[in-house]
């Protein structure tokens, strides 16, 4: 799958939430690799701050990013629609602190990306795919998120509070297809009772009863309910029953949960990458949410490329017999067992590693470890099938080392290992010439890796 980033620029405006200002955000389609970005463009120097969770900053009723003194706020809805449309890349300039909330919900950002429609880039998407059990908690709210494997992505969310109104609900999103018909439409709420207090903490000052769900659920006296509404700016009104206190009925009868969701997608979208696993957030939050988001960031930053998914049970896209169709290397060089994926940038090839090597007599007969040269080389032959696979009649071509560089070895490779070769272009093909970085994977580490120059040639 290819990266995507907007076909052309949509602009909205209203009132921040928390602000109250009048803002206006213009989104633009960004380069390859570019991620989503923000830029303020009402200040000196219009600096930029990367949508990514290392630079969250507070999560206290909105996702906040910051770069020093400079702070965008509320921008969960905005990312939640790009993340859901398949956007890679996306710059986002503003003239304030945060983005406007509009009616509350995302719904207005995925017409907008619908209207302007996408463009395919060149570049690989780059998925973050869960491999195993994942779980984050936070015992003062009992919150608690857990992520599964699985071949997509899906959200479960379970809210529950202590109200007669809004007690436990549920959503649920399978396909991100859905997202803009089922979950987008979904708006922001708040209790009556958390008006006042928010207010003190200098928040939710563009708030009013079209841009978020308001739910009256304990019983306040006329007055302060006129107060509260004097505070905020808007026109008293008489409330007798509890329930939704809105000037327009709910989207959805679990409004609130599928908001929830919203907020999780994008949250997760701070991630910097496309997930593949199975979220389940149980009265989730922005804090739960962006906790899990920097612990995956932790771990992209340590290792960037993460191991490819190899399942042994799978037909591979080129078996041992093909490889030796394509590549002059035989006993005992040939180190390239088969190849499980490709595309047009990289290739994925395995090598499973046993004790019956011939290396192993000499390297070491009493610890033995696989030569490190011969780890490149296993990798430059995987390269080469990625180079082949640019010309017809690969069978007539062969491919040469002409450089190698940035060599480092991190793990022993022992008999029993499975390696797993990544390999993809760092610069187009040109003149018969491809610079390649290679890295080589035992599990989920990475045990060797390299760049390399190689020449492909027509046999003689």
Same mark, same amino acid.
């Given at each position: 799958?290819?990266?995507?980033?907007?076909?052309?620029?949509?602009?909205?405006?209203?009132?921040?939430?928390? %602000?109250?200002?009048?803002?206006?955000?213009?989104?633009?389609?960004?380069?390859?690799?570019?991620?989503?970005?923000?830029?303020?463009?009402?200040?000196?120097?219009?600096?930029?701050?990367?949508?990514?969770?290392?630079?969250?900053?507070?999560?206290?009723?909105?996702?906040?990013?910051?770069?020093?003194?400079?702070?965008?706020?509320?921008?969960?809805?905005?990312?939640?629609?790009?993340?859901?449309?398949?956007?890679?890349?996306?710059?986002?300039?503003?003239?304030?602190?945060?983005?406007?909330?509009?009616?509350?919900?995302?719904?207005?950002?995925?017409?907008?990306?619908?209207?302007?429609?996408?463009?395919?880039?060149?570049?690989?998407?780059?998925?973050?795919?869960?491999?195993?059990?994942?779980?984050?908690?936070?015992?003062?709210?009992?919150?608690?998120?857990?992520?599964?494997?699985?071949?997509? =992505?899906?959200?479960?969310?379970?809210?529950?509070?202590?109200?007669?109104?809004?007690?436990?609900?549920?959503?649920?999103?399978?396909?991100?297809?859905?997202?803009?018909?089922?979950?987008?439409?979904?708006?922001?709420?708040?209790?009556?009772?958390?008006?006042?207090?928010?207010?003190?903490?200098?928040?939710?000052?563009?708030?009013?009863?079209?841009?978020?769900?308001?739910?009256? @659920?304990?019983?306040?006296?006329?007055?302060?309910?006129?107060?509260?509404?004097?505070?905020?700016?808007?026109?008293?009104?008489?409330?007798?029953?509890?329930?939704?206190?809105?000037?327009?009925?709910?989207?959805?009868?679990?409004?609130?949960?599928?908001?929830?969701?919203?907020?999780?997608?994008?949250?997760?979208?701070?991630?910097?990458? &496309?997930?593949?696993?199975?979220?389940?957030?149980?009265? &989730?939050?922005?804090?739960?949410?962006? %906790?899990?988001?920097?612990?995956?960031?932790?771990?992209?930053?340590?290792?960037?490329?993460?191991?490819?998914?190899?399942?042994?049970?799978?037909?591979?896209? *080129? @078996?041992?017999?093909?490889?030796?169709?394509?590549?002059?290397?035989?006993? &005992? *060089?040939?180190?390239?067992?088969?190849?499980?994926?490709?595309?047009?940038?990289?290739?994925?090839?395995?090598?499973?590693?046993?004790?019956?090597?011939?290396?192993?007599?000499?390297?070491?007969?009493?610890?033995?470890? *696989?030569?490190?040269?011969?780890?490149?080389?296993?990798?430059?032959?995987?390269?080469?099938?990625?180079?082949?696979?640019?010309?017809?009649? &690969?069978?007539?071509?062969?491919?040469?080392?002409?450089?190698?560089?940035?060599?480092?070895?991190?793990?022993?490779?022992?008999?029993?290992? %499975?390696?797993? =070769?990544?390999?993809?272009?760092?610069?187009?093909?040109?003149?018969?010439?491809?610079?390649?970085?290679?890295?080589?994977?035992?599990?989920?580490?990475?045990?060797?890796?390299?760049?390399? *120059?190689?020449?492909?040639?027509?046999?003689?």
């Amino acid at each position: 799958m290819k990266q995507q980033t907007l076909n052309g620029e949509f602009t909205v405006k209203g009132k921040g939430l928390h %602000t109250g200002l009048e803002i206006e955000a213009t989104f633009y389609p960004a380069a390859e690799n570019t991620g989503y970005k923000f830029q303020r463009v009402d200040l000196p120097d219009q600096p930029v701050i990367d949508a990514l969770a290392e630079n969250v900053t507070e999560t206290e009723r909105g996702t906040v990013i910051s770069r020093g003194d400079v702070r965008i706020s509320t921008i969960e809805h905005a990312l939640a629609a790009l993340y859901a449309a398949g956007i890679d890349n996306c710059l986002i300039k503003l003239n304030g602190p945060e983005l406007p909330i509009l009616d509350g919900s995302a719904v207005i950002y995925a017409q907008e990306i619908e209207r302007v429609g996408l463009v395919e880039q060149s570049a690989d998407k780059n998925f973050y795919v869960v491999k195993h059990k994942i779980e984050v908690r936070d015992e003062a709210t009992g919150a608690h998120l857990t992520v599964l494997p699985d071949s997509d =992505f899906s959200v479960d969310v379970m809210v529950s509070y202590d109200s007669p109104v809004l007690t436990n609900q549920f959503a649920r999103l399978e396909n991100v297809a859905e997202f803009r018909k089922e979950i987008a439409a979904s708006r922001t709420f708040v209790f009556v009772r958390e008006v006042e207090p928010l207010l003190k903490a200098n928040l939710i000052k563009g708030g009013d009863l079209d841009n978020a769900i308001v739910i009256y @659920d304990r019983e306040l006296p006329q007055e302060q309910l006129d107060h509260i509404a004097d505070l905020m700016g808007v026109p008293h009104k008489k409330v007798s029953d509890f329930g939704y206190i809105n000037n327009r009925p709910l989207e959805f009868e679990n409004e609130p949960a599928r908001h929830k969701l919203l907020d999780v997608m994008g949250d997760v979208a701070l991630i910097g990458r &496309p997930l593949k696993g199975r979220i389940i957030a149980c009265r &989730p939050g922005h804090k739960i949410n962006t %906790t899990f988001a920097k612990q995956i960031r932790k771990e992209i930053i340590r290792q960037e490329l993460q191991a490819p998914y190899y399942n042994p049970s799978a037909q591979p896209l *080129m @078996d041992i017999n093909e490889i030796r169709e394509h590549l002059p290397h035989r006993y &005992p *060089m040939l180190l390239v067992d088969k190849i499980i994926e490709k595309g047009e940038s990289y290739i994925v090839g395995v090598k499973n590693v046993t004790v019956n090597e011939p290396f192993f007599q000499g390297h070491f007969p009493q610890e033995p470890v *696989m030569p490190g040269v011969l780890l490149v080389e296993a990798m430059a032959q995987t390269g080469g099938l990625l180079v082949l696979g640019t010309v017809d009649e &690969p069978e007539r071509y062969s491919t040469y080392f002409m450089k190698i560089d940035n060599v480092k070895f991190r793990q022993k490779v022992v008999p029993g290992d %499975t390696l797993l =070769f990544h390999v993809s272009f760092l610069t187009p093909l040109r003149r018969g010439c491809a610079l390649m970085k290679g890295v080589a994977f035992v599990g989920d580490k990475i045990v060797c890796e390299c760049e390399f *120059m190689a020449q492909i040639a027509k046999n003689k």
